[in-house]
């Protein structure tokens, strides 16, 4: 069994109930539901976007390197 507060104990557990009020806790995981999913879904997307563009992206030195006639005027 626990033991009894007292006037004093009782007068401060009174106090302390605000601190515990569903307003006050967890504010902003109830507010943003989907937030932490949906940049962990972006992050991933940027990851697989970079592995794309080294991988399979064509070289520059075979697109940049032809010259192209100069315009006549």
Request: proline content about 8%.
């Amino acid at each position: 069994m626990t033991k009894p507060l007292g006037t004093t104990g009782e007068f401060f557990r009174r106090r302390d109930e605000w601190r515990k009020h569903p307003m006050l806790s967890n504010q902003m995981r109830h507010a943003l539901p989907g937030l932490g999913i949906g940049v962990a879904a972006f992050c991933v997307y940027l990851v697989g976007e970079q592995i794309y563009n080294k991988a399979l992206a064509p070289s520059k030195s075979s697109h940049h390197n032809q010259k192209q006639p100069a315009p006549s005027h």
